[in-house]
Each structure stands twice: as structure tokens, then as C-alpha cells.
């Protein structure tokens, strides 16, 4: 057996442990193994690939390696939780760039450095020039959708501004970059030429990230990274037919796939269309944009009193808990009615925070035990019977116009039915909507106590009284 | 059958494959999930490694460099942060 045999044989190996890998990831239960068994197929493909390579060079290869995976290493170390889902939108931008990089790559490598004017595909071949513009164009579309999408996240840019003809710019910047990027290896044998048109081409196709995204609101970005994700896939895919890599091809067009696939999933969970998530923010209804009219509100001290006597709390958090950086507080609630013997529980809607898993996440970096989380389903039933239900920063999941209204933008979504519980409070800055836009009747209820303020601080607050009470 | 239409046959087996590998994702794993495939697409760095393999560094090299390092970047740090979510979620449950 030759050693490009080996290779080859060892090649499979490594897309078994992704795709086995990536299955598990899938699973609750194997999840953790299956994020390491994914790792392990991808040092089985560098391993591979570097003795393919040969004896070489390896001054840029280990310095670039040694690099990378330090940046690497740092950023995540230094994350807090309620940060990954805008690292998981860098990373991915990152990806696209480098298949871009690789692509942009190739064409100085062969076409240009050589310097004999030639028409670039009869260097590189049809096939590998085709494909090689496809990368560039959808690297160069991820790299600038994800960073506005990380940036949309963080609320550095905030607010889904209109652009004015999205779709013609759209088309117009993708046939554009296209058109630009086939003259450049069908149709110029000038080599500066050539160059230039590659460069326009990465610049619409930058450009086309940015119409893609920007108008795209805060709440629907993890949708839209999940696509981002998906493209980045396909572009290490023509990456692959440009270099004719099949390990490439293959690892990217599953990454593609399975992202569309999650994609999809993402939507239904947020109860949106992929259509009505790309054309931005929610239309525009005869939704009641109406003035709040009866509204209680309270203060730390009262509601305490209340908690006191309660048997049986639901706490459910929102972007707000974690907008806020309300975990800790909000442990040290439930912590503080756990010990006066209080059945504490906290009730996570799919889509709460900012990406599906979120509140997870954050809830989990304060240490809070994973048997008080419930998800929406296991839940939602046990709403009639608690005598407290706290709403933290959360308002479009808890909404029951999403029930009771058929004409609300919601319509349909599923919701927490906290408006059951016997009491609710809800810790909210003011009455300003949510991410829909539309007046929560929730809050108007005469079984609900608004307490207005910031998360952290209400919950401290909370947790003092409590604390201080008397023994039942 | 040439070299390009392999190519073609792998590259829709994989669409298929991908296709069918996801269904019913548990709300918790959609982030994990899209974090440990935004980590595999960092695969590029194989074709990266391809093209830093003279000491010479022309343009095409510097680009080369680049990718390789944004590539260890994504897939270093996209299954480091996955497997820090997911240590999270209180271990085997």
C-alpha cells in the first residue's frame, strides 16, 4: 500500500469521527464526547495533511499553527459566559475568512506570482477557477455578516436600520461580485487586471454580507449565524473543489448541510419563518402599540413579604437577567427561598436571551444546580399551581397576546403561561416592549406587581429581605 | 469517471449525509450544536496548510499565513468554547 493510500485510508477515519462526532453533539447525553471525538477528526486531518506535504518548510506552517491556536485559546479563556454566542459569531467569521484567504491564495500563488499574462482558468483549470470565486465570494459574505452580527449582539450596533432597495443592492452586489470575479479567470489575460477584478470581488461580496445582515434584528441573530455558519461550510467546500481536496469537500458540505438543517430547527423553535427572519424585524400589524393603563407596581420590601409565605416559585429569566448580569443575584434568590423551604424552580423558554441555550449558559455560570432548570415543556403545566411566578427581564415569551390574540405579531409563538400563577412579578426596567414591539397585557393583570429597576439590583434586594426574614 | 465528477458524487453524498445527521436538536444543544459545526468548518486550514509550504513570502504565502492562522483560530477556539458550554451543563445530563 502506498502511502497516498494511507493517506486516503486515514482520510475516512477522520470524516467518521466528524460525523459521528457531530451526531452525538446533537444528544444531550453524549454531547460533550461528541464535541471531542469532532476534535480529534480534525488533528486526524492536519495530521494527514501534513504528511501529504512531505518534508517542506515548516517555518510559517508551525508558526501559523502556534499562533492561531494561542489567539485562540485566549479569546475563549477569557470569555464569560454570556458572552460565547458573540464568540461562536467571530469564529465563524474567522472560518469564512480563511477559506477566502485560501482561495485568494491559491490565485496569487498560481496566477499571478508566476508573472506570464494567462487567462487564469487555463492555469488553474475550469473547474478550480469556478470554484475558487465561489469561496472568495462566500467567504468574504461570512466574514462581514458575522462580524456585524457579533457586533449586533454585544449592542455596539443596535436597531435594525431599513436599507433602501435590500434586495436589488443585494443582487446586485452578489451578480456583481460574481461577474466580476468570472472576468477576472475567464476573461483577462492582464495580470493587474486580473488582480484588481479579485479585489472588487471581495469587496461586494463584504459588501453583500453587510445588506445580509444589518437590517436584521438583535433577537433573530442567532438564526442568522446559524446560516453564516452554514455558508462557511460551503465556502471550505469550494475551497476543497478549487485545491480538489475530497477530505475538504466533504467536511464542508456536511458542516453546510447539517447548518441549514439546524437553521431550520432554530426557526421553528422561535416560531419564524427563514424568509420572514431574512427580510428583518417582524412586519408591521395592527398590533396595540397602545399606553399601559392600570399597572401595579411595588418595591423589594413588599414582594418579599410575599415570597415569605410561598410555597412554590417559578423564576423566568430573560435577555434582561443576563443583559444585567442578574445570575448570581437571581441564584441567591432562589437559594434564599430554598432555604426557608420554598419549591424553587426556574422555567427556560426555548429563545430566551439571545440565542437558543443561552440562559443555560449564564444561569449555569452561576452555578445554579441543574435540576432547577426546566425547559418550557416540562413546565409549563405547573404554572397553575405556584403561587409566585418572577419574571426576570423577559417579556415577548411571556406574552399572552401570543395566545389570546390571533392579529398580534406573536401569534402562535409558543409561551411561558406565567399569567396561571397565582401572582406574578415581574423585574423590568419600565414598561418599554420588547424585541416585538407590542404592549405585554401581561402587566396590566390584576394578579401581576411590576417592580421596576435594575435586575441585579431587585434581586439583591430580594435576596436581603428574604435572608433577614423571620422563620416561618 | 474523471476526477471532477467524483468530486461531484462526494460532494452530494456529503449534502445528503449532513442533511440527515441533524433532526430533533433539544433547545439547550442548538448553541453547542452551532458552535461545534462553526468549529468544523474551520477545515479550511487544511487547505491552508497546503499553500505555507515554501520560506519564501511572497503575496501568495502572506495570504496563505493569514488563512492558516484565522483557521487554527476557528477550529482551537470553536471546540474549546463548545466544551466549555458544555461542561456547564452539569456534566453527563
Known amino acids: ?472 | 469517471m474523471g476526477p471532477l465528477l467524483v468530486s461531484i458524487y462526494v460532494f452530494v453524498l456529503a449534502a445528503f449525509l449532513g442533511f440527515e445527521l441533524i433532526n430533533k436538536v433539544p433547545p439547550t444543544l442548538h448553541t453547542p450544536l452551532m458552535s461545534g459545526a462553526n468549529a468544523m468548518s474551520g477545515i479550511t486550514i487544511i487547505g491552508a496548510l497546503t499553500l505555507v509550504t515554501v520560506a519564501d513570502p511572497s503575496v501568495s504565502v502572506i495570504l496563505g499565513v493569514f488563512a492558516l492562522i484565522l483557521a487554527t483560530i476557528n477550529v482551537v477556539g470553536g471546540f474549546f468554547v463548545t466544551d466549555k458550554m458544555l461542561s456547564t451543563f452539569g456534566g453527563n445530563r
Not at chain 1, 146 to 156: D, F, Q, V, Y
Open chain 1, 1 to 472: 500500500m502506498s502511502a497516498t493510500d494511507l493517506t486516503a485510508l486515514l482520510a475516512l477515519g477522520s470524516i467518521a469521527l466528524f460525523v459521528v462526532g457531530l451526531k452525538r453533539l446533537s444528544r444531550v447525553r453524549t454531547s460533550r464526547s461528541g464535541n471531542a471525538l469532532m476534535a480529534s477528526g480534525m488533528l486526524l486531518a492536519v495530521v494527514i495533511t501534513l504528511i501529504e506535504i512531505g518534508v517542506v518548510d515548516y517555518r510559517w506552517i508551525l508558526g501559523g499553527l502556534v499562533v492561531g491556536a494561542g489567539i485562540g485559546y485566549a479569546i475563549v479563556a477569557r470569555a464569560k459566559a454570556t458572552a460565547m454566542p458573540e464568540i461562536v459569531a467571530r469564529f465563524n467569521g474567522f472560518g469564512g475568512a480563511a477559506s477566502a484567504l485560501v482561495a485568494l491564495s491559491l490565485f496569487w500563488g498560481v496566477v499571478i506570482e508566476p508573472g506570464r499574462d494567462a487567462v487564469a482558468a487555463d492555469l488553474l483549470g475550469a473547474t478550480s477557477a469556478v470554484t475558487l470565486v465561489l469561496s472568495v465570494l462566500i467567504g468574504s459574505v461570512t466574514l462581514s455578516g458575522s462580524i456585524l452580527a457579533e457586533l449586533k449582539l454585544r449592542g455596539t450596533i443596535s436597531g435594525d436600520p431599513r436599507i433602501p432597495a435590500r434586495t436589488a443592492l443585494m443582487l446586485l452586489a452578489v451578480v456583481g461580485g460574481l461577474a466580476l470575479g468570472g472576468f477576472a479567470v475567464f476573461g483577462v489575460e492582464d495580470l493587474g487586471l486580473a488582480a484588481g477584478l479579485v479585489v472588487g470581488l471581495v469587496a461586494a461580496a463584504l459588501l453583500a454580507g453587510v445588506v445580509l445582515v444589518l437590517p436584521i434584528g438583535g433577537a433573530d441573530m442567532p438564526v442568522v449565524i446559524s446560516l453564516l455558519n452554514s455558508l462557511s461550510g460551503l465556502a471550505a467546500a469550494a475551497t476543497g473543489f478549487a485545491l480538489s481536496n475530497e477530505l475538504l469537500i466533504i467536511a464542508g458540505t456536511v458542516v453546510g448541510a447539517a447548518g441549514l438543517i439546524l437553521t431550520q430547527i432554530m426557526c421553528v423553535a422561535m416560531n419564524r419563518s427563514l424568509i420572514n427572519v431574512l427580510i428583518g424585524g417582524f412586519t408591521e400589524t395592527s398590533a396595540d402599540h397602545g399606553e399601559y393603563g392600570h399597572v401595579v407596581s411595588a418595591d423589594a420590601e413588599s414582594a418579599s413579604m410575599v415570597l415569605e409565605v410561598a410555597q412554590r416559585v417559578i423564576i423566568v429569566p430573560g435577555y434582561g437577567l443576563a443583559a444585567a448580569r442578574a445570575q448570581n443575584a437571581a441564584h441567591d434568590v432562589a437559594r434564599a427561598l430554598i432555604d426557608r423551604g420554598v419549591d424553587v424552580r426556574f422555567a427556560i423558554h426555548p429563545v430566551a436571551g439571545r440565542m437558543p441555550g443561552h440562559m443555560n449558559v449564564v444561569l449555569a455560570e452561576a452555578e445554579v444546580p441543574y435540576e432547577l432548570l426546566f425547559e418550557m415543556s416540562e413546565i409549563n403545566q405547573d404554572f397553575g399551581q405556584t403561587d409566585v411566578a418572577i419574571v426576570v427581564g423577559a417579556n415577548d415569551v411571556v406574552n399572552p397576546a401570543a395566545r389570546n390574540d390571533p392579529s398580534s405579531p406573536i401569534a402562535g409563538m409558543p409561551i411561558l403561561d406565567v399569567d396561571s400563577a397565582r401572582r406574578v412579578f415581574v423585574i423590568k426596567r419600565s414598561l418599554s416592549p420588547g424585541y416585538a414591539g407590542i404592549k405585554n397585557e401581561l402587566f396590566e393583570r390584576d394578579h401581576t406587581v411590576m417592580l421596576f429597576g435594575d435586575a441585579k439590583q431587585m434581586l439583591d434586594e430580594l435576596a436581603g429581605h428574604l435572608q433577614a426574614a423571620p422563620p416561618r
